[in-house]
Structures are given as structure tokens and as C-alpha cells.
């Protein structure tokens, strides 16, 4: 019902293949991009989730294998394209075609590519069932040793999954730091299970504690009697606070006291001499001749304008004061 080998088939599966391939690749390559973001807000998160990071770095992984390996295929598949005059007149394989024919058989079953199984029935038609399984069973070793490596089901490294982390964090601009070091043994085997150390406790109300990452698979330290391991610390530790050294309040300097009964204080009063000498334009005159001067142009008594301070006591002074302070 179906036929034999047909190289006008082969030849349009081959071209839709292509097709198929390119389509796969740019819709993978869209959602890693979305999957990085995701990636890198985990990280961002306080505190980190680092274990779901871990997880979904290691699916980025795989998507970015398996878009590797679709193009290796895709051009394998424009190769056996250009040459499907080649492969029809010929009994047996090529043996330039042999490992690109074999490494399409083993891959297409491996991958979402409906157009190379169509492809794969076709190379069975034309070499046999054999041929096939010998491909399957990859004899004599002659697949593409990096396709056969890109969609391996083995789990990467715990080193590659760590190293995408800080790409990531790197390419988002995030300081990160991994809580959990991994040990020169942890680094080529696949990334360990999940302990829970990065989920915090008490997330549903928001009120529980931030834990701090517990150093998994590694001894205790020992520590001297009354100090606690590092390892065991639950909380971030809280740095001790300085003693509050209180200031002493400003007192201001006492007011001076008055005597009761006396509304001020009385004060010493100066009294300058009534005769003082002033050089104007080279000549000198007493303040005797300017008294008398004035008091002439004001009409006033000369006697009067002798008496001045100069022969007033203290104690005259001070009961004329005592008068002006009763007017």
C-alpha cells in the first residue's frame, strides 16, 4: 500500500524536515528567553530560591542541547538533500553518507520532528531492516558523537547548572553568590536532590523567619563548648548595637541675683574731667571758652556756665541721681 523507496518522497520529506526544524528551533529559542527571566527573578528573591533555579537552569540546558542537535540534523538532512541522486542509484550506503544517514535513524524518534520518521521509513525501504537497527544500536560507532551527546537523557553536570546560574546572573545584572558550594567530586556528578534549604518558612502569612542555607553533605565543624556551628544557625546573625552613651542636658549659667527690694543695681558712673584740650587748625581751646562762648549767644549768665562738673563730688553726684530716680 504505502511503496518502496521513493526518492521524490525522500526528497520533499527532506525539504519539510528542514522546514520543521527551523520552526522548532526559533520557538525553543523564544521560550529560553522567557525561562531565563524566570530563572533570574528566583534569584532576586529574598531569600533566593536557589534549588527551583537549579532546576530550571538544568530544563534551559536541555532545551539549548536539543536545539544544538536539531541543527546539526538540519544540515545533515540539506546534505543527503543534495545528494539524493546519489543515494538512488546507489545498492548500498555511501560511505560519505554513511554516518549522516545512521545518526537521522537513531534521532528521529529522539526528536519532536514528525518528518523524520517519514524520512527514517524511507532509508529502511531503500537499505533494509538491518541497516536500521544497526543505527539504532549505533555499531561500529558511527553516529555523530555530538548529537548522540546533545540528546543524551543523562543530566548535566552540577558545574554546567551552576555556571548557567551565573550567566544568568551576569547577563540580568544581579548580585548573586551560591550559598551551597559544590566540592570538586559534586561538579562532574549531576546536580543533587533538592533538600529545601532556599524555601523559607512560614511563606503563606509572610511571617516566618528567612532561613540561611544549610551546607549540605558537609561535616560540622567543630567549635569550642558554648558557641554554636555555623552550620547550625538558623537566623542571619544581627550584628551587635553600640552602647548609647546618653548626653547630658544643657544647663544654662544662673541668672545674677539682685538684692530684694532694689528694682536694679546701681552702677558706677563715670564723670569726665570738665576741661579737655581739642587741636583744631593748629590752635587750642578749652571747653571752658566754648561754655563760655555759648552761653553768650544763648543769653545765658556766665556764672552759670562755670558751674559744671569739675568741682561736683561723688557723693553729689550720686544724690543728684537718687533725686532723678524719685521724679
Known sequence: MFGGFSS???????????????????????????????VA??????PPKEEMAGIKAEALIRDDQMIEALEILQLQCELIHERIKLIDVSKKCPEDLLAVVSTIIWASHRVDIQELILVRKQFRAKYGKKFEDDALANKNNVLNERVVGKLSVQPPAAYLVQCYLERICEHEKINWQPRVKLSASQMVEPMVAPSGYSVQAGQGSGLGPTPVALQAQQPIPSKPSGEIPSALKIYDPIPPTPPVVPAEPYLPPPAPTSKPGADFEEQDIYVPPSVSSSKINGETKTNNDDDSNNGASSGEQPARSGSSNAGASYEDLAARFENLKNI
Open 8 to 38: 521524490t518522497k525522500l526528497k520533499v520529506q527532506l525539504k519539510m524536515a528542514v522546514s520543521r526544524i527551523q520552526i522548532a528551533s526559533n520557538k525553543k529559542g523564544a521560550l529560553l528567553k522567557q525561562s531565563r527571566r524566570e
Open 41 to 46: 527573578k528566583m534569584l532576586t528573591e529574598k
